[in-house]
């Protein structure tokens, strides 16, 4: 499984980005698929996921209110629209498919993407 994350780079404090992930391979079906960050000096840490089956989202306190989580369907590409973005969201993003476990737990997912990054300037 290839995850490929996209749409980072540097926005202003306040703008917003999106970024994307897909999997050529697996096309994301029967897969619930989150979205994690990692700063630098930081641990990685959940950001948001979205269920294949109802479409739930989920949502660190962080971010509810300024990022959504989307998919058109199971086999559609998971998108991270970011919104009133901060300089505290610096960091870099990545895409990752659920296996077994608490949603919000790094250990619950298995394929990874390479992580794309997110600069946000002051």
């Known amino acids: 499984v290839q995850l490929q994350a996209s749409g980072g780079g540097l926005v202003q404090a306040g703008s917003s980005a999106r970024l994307s992930c897909i999997d050529p391979e697996r096309t994301f079906s029967s897969t619930t698929v989150g979205w994690f960050r990692q700063a630098p000096g930081k641990e990685r840490e959940f950001v948001a996921c979205i269920t294949w089956q109802t479409s739930t989202e989920y949502y660190a306190d962080s971010v509810k209110g300024r990022f959504t989580i989307s998919r058109y369907n199971a086999k559609a590409p998971v998108y991270l629209q970011m919104n009133s973005l901060k300089p505290e969201d610096t960091a870099v993003y990545y895409c990752?498919?659920?296996?077994?476990?608490?949603?919000?737990?790094?250990?619950?997912?298995?394929?990874w993407g390479r992580g794309t990054q997110v600069t946000v300037s002051s």
């Open positions: 990752a498919t659920y296996s077994s476990g608490n949603y919000f737990h790094t250990n619950s997912y298995n394929y």
